[in-house]
Every structure is written in C-alpha cells, then in structure tokens.
C-alpha cells in the first residue's frame, strides 16, 4: 500500500512539476515570434486489478503538444504573402506618382511644356527677334531635359528595382537552407525522443516558413516523417527534406537591364515565368517592373518621340530666317530592337517610327517558327503573323535589316522605351528657327473683281525646294475656271474654281474667295525678305493643343496626363487594397493569436493550479512516508 501510494504521489508531483515547467516555458515566450502555446497532455495510469476491484496507480504526462490549427496557420501565411506584395507594390508605385504628379513643378513635364509653347508664341509675335528667338531654344532645351531627367528618375527605380529582386531571392535562398536544415534536426530530435514533437523546433520552422512567404508564395506539403517540402512557382521544388535548392537572378536574354529569376538545377539556371511568381515581396517587385514602371517609361516616350516627330514635320513646312527651308528641329529617338542572346541566328531587325500618332505604349515579342513571324503585343497579348518583312504596326515599320535567322528566334522591341531619354535639340542657331512660310501670296490691285487669296500653307511632305517656290500665276478666264502658269512646262493648266474650296498645287494649298472677274491674277511665290513672317511660327504654337497622338484623340498634354492618371489611379487602387489586406492579415492574426498564442492570465492561472497540485502531491508522499513509519515502529 505504501509503494503504491508513494507511486502515486510521485506520479502526481511529476506532472504537476510538468505542468509548471510548460506554463513558464509559455509565459517566458509570450513575446516570442512565431511561437506556439504548449500544454501537457496527460492520462490515468493504467489501473492495478485487484479482489476488491480495479486501484489506480496515478498519472502520466503522454506527451507535451502545440496548441496549433493547421487552417489558421495557412490563412495567416496566405494573408501576409497578400499583404507583402500588396505593400511592396504600393512603395514602388508611389515613387513614380510622386515623380510623375509632382505638384512643385520642379520634376512634372507640364510646366517644362508650358513654357516652351508660351515661347513659341512669343516668336510668333516677334518672328525677327533675336531674344524671342533665343527663348525658344533654350525653353527647348530646358524640355528636353526634363524628359531625360524623368527617364534618368525612372532608370535609378528599375536598378532599385533590381537589387530589391536580387536581394529576395538571396533571403529566399537563406531561409530555404535553413529550412531544410530544420528538416533534418527535427527528423533526428524526434527520433531520438520516441517520436515526441519537438515543438521549438518546429516553432522555428514554422516561422521560417512565414518569412519565406514574405518574399514569395511557398506551398508547403508535410511528409509523413514530418519534414516539410516546399513548392514555388509552377511547382519548382525550393526544399525537399533535408535538402535545399537555389534561386538565382539573370540579365534578360532581350533586355540586359532587367532582372529575372531563374531556378537553378544541375548546375544550369533556367529562368522562372516571372507571373507564376506571385506573391510576397518577389512578386510584388516582379508584378511592378512588368507592368507600371515599363508603362510609365513607354507613356513617357511616346510624348517625347510624338512631340519630336510632329514639331519636325510642321518646322520642315517653314522658312527660316536665312530663306531656307525648315530642318528637324528635334533629334527624335529611334525605337530599341533587341535581339536574345540565345539567338542562333544572327538576324537584325529595323524599327523606324512611319507615323507617331498611332504609336502605342507597349513592348512587342517578335518571335520566328521557321516558317513564320508572330508579333505579339505584350500589353494585351494581341498577336499577329506574317511570312515576311517589311510591316508596318501600331506606328512602327519593321524590317529585315540583315543576317540570317533561325527558328526560335527572339526580339524585343520597344517602339518608345527610348523616347524620354534620347531626345535632344537638333538646332543651335536661332537664325534657323522656322518661323515664316517659304511661299507668299499676292492679289494685284488692277484686279476688277472681289476675289481675295488665303495666305496659303505647304503641304507635307513638302516637295523639293525648287518647285516648291517655283512662282505660279492664276488667271480667271470663266466663272468656274483658272488658268495656271509657270508650273514649269510653260503650258497653262486648266483649274476648276469654286470660291472657297482648296487649291492643292506645287505642294501647296490656297483657297481663292469672293467673285474674281475674267483676266484677275493672283500669284504664289517664293516668301522673300521673309524675316517678319510668322505663318509657321503660328502652325507650331497650334501644335500644343492639337491632338495628333493616340490615334488623333490625344495632345502632348493629355497624353502625359494620360500616364499621370494611369499611375496616379494605380497607387490609389493599391494604397485602398494594401489597406483592406493589412487589415484582414490583423484579423487572421489575431483569430490564430486566440487559438495558438500566450495568454497571460491563463498562464498565471495554470502556474497557480499545477502549484496547488504540486502541493497536494508531496502532501500524498507526506502521509505515504508516516504510514511507512507508522508501520516500521508496529516492527520494532
């Protein structure tokens, strides 16, 4: 009776001793990250059968468990995976809406704009003025700047961009080797202890696992030995018991300034889909280089190459103020063309911009089967084949430039990526500003009838000097009809009038008005001693407010506030949704927290109940001990 006694006592004061450890363990990591509330899990001995009936022989403590939910688990992991992307996403997205929307003005394209139309107008109130003049080409440098400083704005982003992908997927890699080594120290603690949990360890784990799903969306499935494996992408193994494997980062096989990420098998990198890698910080930075920050560069330098393209085209139409015709006065950039370095082939594909209104915001995939071209849009995956060179999309005509091409093979090209950092101010002197219109004019006075000539315009693209300026005469014979002379033939050519409709001639248009009576003259020229002329000045002013980009529908202005209000509505949408997902992640932790987190109180609570039993316990071995000595004094 005594032994059984004292079993039982000591049994119960084990457990008790137990329990005390586990809830000071508990209260000592309540801060702990990651950590998992432990309890004792304990059962009656197995009972002793006896003549007067079964006798219990006290208490045993079975094993000490996680207080841990699977599910809650899961939804925390998922919830911060959500929340880092989301965060990680809006940090970048902010810079470029501050950079793009700066309300000082100091980096904003609109002011730079502004003032160099504001200048254009000032020649065109003083087309001869040397200061006017002058103001104009340095507002032009000013502008262009401006592009190229925003560009240079955008390239220190990407890099940024770059380094924050290397340095995930170094932590991934980290995290991965120590995971895996987990793997293994778990699998030999729990083998050593019969099969016991080591539940720090796998504390530890766990929570490596949570920081691995802060940088990307990791699945995790638990093998029957406990070990985790773990699964990225499109099914790529990052840990498989106790080994691990790496991520690595490459320079685009088609654009050398964007980071991929490749996974690394058998000593080869192989480059993972960059949109299977969702999630976490990795994807939010991912999701962010391929979609707004290349959108905001194209956007850019579709402003740049149509503002270029279009102010040449009407600044050719002029006169300077030597008498000579316009020259570009922009150097507008050319489209980027790349070929990948896995190329087999040595083929060069040309790009040239044959019409900047239609000129789109996104990239292009030209990709070659051998037989045929598959030109795909990357903003919308629309895809187009053809057999063969030269065609002409969006704006932009390509063409087989030279080399031979494989199957396989792969180009980049990116009509605009080039724009806002390449343009540049083709002209220095202020002397060939054109200002003035190479052709003029002229009603004689002797004319009888009351028909008036428009100042005319040149048509583009204009034709050679010589004829351009060639002096042409128009003569009324009939009601309906002018004779033409001095077209270079010597013949007159016969034109049908009707007062008001355009006369399209030499690479001009006029427009004669009014009622002219037989044998009135009017006559088109060159514009000589033209140095007050202002008629292309005027054109170029227009410009500002013409839409002559996206298609006819867009101004300079509106298309850049276009980019503005693309990126402006982005940060806004993520800043909203960043929200909700932080606030949701809060929920999710605090639902877990209330399962599998330290509770203070209930701590204390358990810490005063297993010392009650504790008491109680050696209060058994107490009285075990004086009937033993009870029994020992009957002996004597």
Do not use: C
């Amino acid at each position: 009776m005594g032994n059984g006694i004292f079993g039982i006592g000591l049994s119960a004061l084990n457990a008790a001793q137990q329990g005390l450890l586990v809830a000071g363990h508990n209260v000592s990591n309540a801060a702990t990250p990651g950590y998992t509330r432990q309890q004792i899990v304990q059962s009656a001995s197995a009972a002793q059968a006896t003549g007067s009936g079964f006798i219990g022989k006290g208490v045993q403590v079975d094993t000490i468990r996680r207080v841990y939910s699977e599910f809650l688990g899961n939804q925390v992991t998922q919830a911060r995976t959500e929340s880092s992307q989301l965060d990680t996403y809006f940090a970048q997205m902010k810079q470029i809406d501050s950079l793009l929307a700066d309300p000082s003005g100091r980096l904003g394209l609109a002011p730079a704009l502004q003032e160099f139309f504001g200048s254009v107008q000032d020649v065109a109130t003083s087309p001869s003025g040397v200061a006017s003049r002058q103001s104009m080409l340095s507002n032009a440098e000013v502008l262009v700047r401006r592009f190229q400083s925003l560009n240079d704005s955008l390239d220190e982003i990407r890099d940024g961009v770059n380094a924050q992908i290397e340095n995930s997927v170094s932590l991934i890699n980290t995290l991965a080797a120590r995971i895996s080594e987990l793997n293994a120290t778990i699998s030999q603690a729990e083998n050593n202890a019969g099969g016991q949990p080591a539940n720090d360890l796998r504390d530890q784990r766990d929570e490596l696992v949570t920081q691995l799903n802060d940088q990307v969306r990791a699945k995790v499935v638990e093998q029957s030995d406990g070990g985790y494996s773990i699964f990225i992408g499109t099914g790529q193994s990052l840990v498989v018991g106790s080994t691990s494997f790496q991520l690595s980062t490459l320079a685009s096989p088609v654009d050398p300034r964007r980071a991929e990420v490749a996974y690394v098998s058998g000593g080869n990198s192989v480059p993972v889909r960059e949109s299977s890698l969702d999630g976490g910080k990795l994807g939010g930075l991912l999701q962010f280089h391929n979609g707004e920050l290349d959108a905001a560069r194209n956007g850019l330098g579709r402003v740049a190459i149509g503002l270029a393209a279009t102010f040449n085209d009407q600044h050719r139409l002029g006169q300077d103020i030597q008498g000579n015709l316009g020259g570009d006065f922009f150097i507008v950039p050319n489209p980027s063309v790349t070929a990948s370095t896995r190329n087999s082939g040595d083929a060069v594909i040309a790009a040239e911009i044959s019409n900047p209104g239609a000129l789109n915001t996104s990239d292009y995939r030209l990709r070659y089967d051998g037989a045929n071209y598959t030109l795909t849009r990357l903003n919308d995956s629309i895809t187009q084949t053809f057999a063969a060179f030269p065609q002409t999309v969006d704006g932009v005509r390509l063409s087989f430039a030279s080399g031979a091409i494989a199957a396989g093979d792969e180009f980049l090209i990116r009509p605009t990526a080039n724009g806002a950092g390449q343009i540049e101010v083709a002209i220095q002197d202020t002397n060939l500003i054109a200002a003035g219109a190479p052709i003029r004019t002229d009603a004689p006075t002797a004319n009888t009838g009351t028909g008036r000539i428009s100042a005319g315009t040149v048509d583009a693209p204009p034709p050679p000097d010589p004829d351009l300026r060639e002096p042409v005469t128009f003569t009324f014979t009939s009601t309906t009809t002018f004779d033409v002379s001095g077209n270079g033939t010597g013949n007159p050519v016969g034109i049908a009038f009707t007062p008001g409709s355009p006369i399209s001639y030499n690479g001009w248009t006029v427009q004669i008005t009014g009622s002219p009576q037989p044998g009135d003259t009017f006559s088109v020229g060159p514009n000589t001693n033209g140095a007050m002329d202002n008629r292309n000045a005027l054109l170029l002013g227009a410009l500002q407010s013409s839409n002559t980009l996206a298609g006819g529908t867009a101004s300079y202005q509106s298309a850049y506030g276009q980019v503005v209000s693309l990126m402006g509505y982005k940060t806004r949408e993520l800043e909203v949704t960043s929200a909700a997902q932080t606030a949701l992640l809060s929920q999710a932790q605090a639902l877990q927290q209330s399962e599998s987190g330290v509770n203070l109180d209930e701590e204390a609570a358990n810490l005063l109940r297993y010392q009650q039993a504790y008491q109680a316990a050696s209060k058994v071995i107490q009285i075990a001990t004086q009937m033993f000595d009870t029994l020992l004094d009957i002996a004597r």
